[in-house]
């Protein structure tokens, strides 16, 4: 897991600042300390209290310090920074860093650290494409800046285009890829799949399973920011797939059969986190089936994609997942030996604050040599990456033993 690395969340005055205190937030979820410096502009749109509560430190304000504090904040505070993250950055301040002009205390304390800068711009379209503009970020790019988006879409003064803030998950993704913390799989192909299925039964109706896709994508997140080559295989999304991952849509069990299938061979890890449908119609109607007081549904059974996955292994690693209502960790304990995977992460849906939908969860890891791991409630992100230390022991020994699983040594 990763360390406490400091970094220096420079805020600046746009509207964009509210997003700021999630961008805080999640970084802390990554085991970051998050030091807070604000603009005299910033403070009109969030508050400083706001950040202190949120990360429980202090926060570099506008102003002069007082008779008997700190007398140079714009020095101390960015000592020992790993990285400074200005988010949102305005025109203002991508000019200032830019021409060298210290004139408050956020500027100064840029001008005075030689920490790594990520930028990530936010503003109207006009002024991001404004020429002094586009100049100031080129020369900050020849200077080692790095830039985060800015994305197009809709902008807070109503207009359309290029300036709006990047998602906040892509800049926390982009600031740990800067960071290169904890790249334990550096170099292995990690395949997830991950949401539920829909199977057709005519071209308005399906079978579905609950699965928001959240699990699979917090794995395929946290393999990548560790140094996985990843593809994600999605089933029925009800979250955005990360735009920096490699997706392919698989929304039946046979389509993602076929996908995993295909990339099983040259992978080093399968996880299986998706809610792949038992079944489907036997026969998928060409047009909408009018109502009608009864109806008979004929099903078929889909195929076992993680049973056929492990008859089909060398050296892959699989770790599937087992959602259950009754007799939780001992229905997953079978089901990990019947179908001979390497690891199992069991979760109870009876419960409504955790699971599907849910940002959180609570489940019991079982791996294939006897290990069982209990992780009390926490973030599905937390629980990726306990499930990816597992993931990594096993790929260097650390964890378990690999000869016991069919066969291999």
């Known amino acids: 897991m990763m360390s406490k690395t400091k970094i220096v969340l420079a805020v600046t005055g746009s509207v964009a600042a509210y997003k700021s205190a999630e961008i805080a937030r999640r970084l802390m979820d990554e085991s970051l300390s998050v030091h807070v410096a604000m603009t005299a502009n910033a403070e009109k749109f969030i508050t400083p209290l706001t950040f202190a509560a949120l990360t429980g430190n202090h926060v570099l304000r506008h102003g002069y310090p007082a008779p008997g504090d700190d007398p140079m904040p714009h020095i101390t505070f960015q000592r020992g920074a790993s990285l400074i993250l200005i988010a949102p950055a305005t025109a203002n301040i991508i000019g200032k860093l830019a021409n060298g002009i210290a004139d408050d205390m956020l500027s100064s304390m840029l001008m005075a650290s030689d920490a790594p800068v990520l930028v990530a711009p936010a503003m109207n ?36 285009g290029e300036g709006k803030m990047e998602r906040v998950e892509n800049i926390v993704s982009q600031v740990l890829d800067r960071l290169d913390l904890g790249r334990d799989l550096l170099g292995r192909k990690i395949l997830v799949t991950a949401g539920g299925a829909r199977e057709p039964i005519d071209p ?25 080559d990843v593809t994600l295989v999605a089933g029925a999304m009800e979250i955005p797939v990360p735009e920096d991952i490699e997706t392919i849509y698989a929304p039946t069990a046979l389509e993602m059969m076929r996908t995993v299938q295909e990339r099983f061979t040259d992978s ?31 099903l078929v059974r889909n195929p076992d994609i993680i049973a056929k996955m492990c008859a089909l292994r060398n050296k892959q690693i699989v770790v599937g997942f087992a959602a259950e209502t009754d007799n939780a960790e001992k229905s997953g304990r079978e089901k990990l030996l019947r179908k001979n995977m390497d690891m199992i992460v069991v979760n109870d849906v009876s419960r409504d604050d955790i699971g599907f939908g849910s940002d959180y969860n609570e489940v019991v890891i079982i791996t294939r040599s006897g290990e069982t791991i209990k992780p009390q409630k926490m973030s599905k992100r937390e629980i990726g990456e306990i499930i990816l230390d597992r993931i990594a022991g096993m790929l260097t020994g650390g964890y378990g033993d690999r000869g016991l699983v069919g066969g291999r040594t």
């Not at 970020?137 to 985060?148: D, H, P, V």
């Not at 699965?211 to 997140?221: R, T």
């Not at 996880?271 to 089936?289: C, E, H, L, P, W």
Request: aromatic residues 6%; hydrophobic residues 40%; positive net charge.
């Open 125 to 160: 379209a006009n002024m991001y494409n404004h020429p002094s503009v586009r100049k100031n970020i080129e020369t900050l790019k020849q200077l080692g800046a790095g830039f985060i988006g800015p994305a197009t879409g809709e902008l807070a003064c109503g207009e359309t």
């Open 268 to 298: 080093d890890v399968l996880v299986m986190a998706a809610a792949v449908g038992d079944y489907r119609a036997r026969s998928v109607a060409s047009g909408k089936i009018k109502e009608k007081e009864s109806w008979d549904l004929s």
């Open 204 to 228: 308005v109706r399906f079978i579905g399973n609950r699965s928001s896709g959240k699990m699979g994508v917090a794995i395929a997140q946290a393999a990548a920011r560790r140094g996985a």
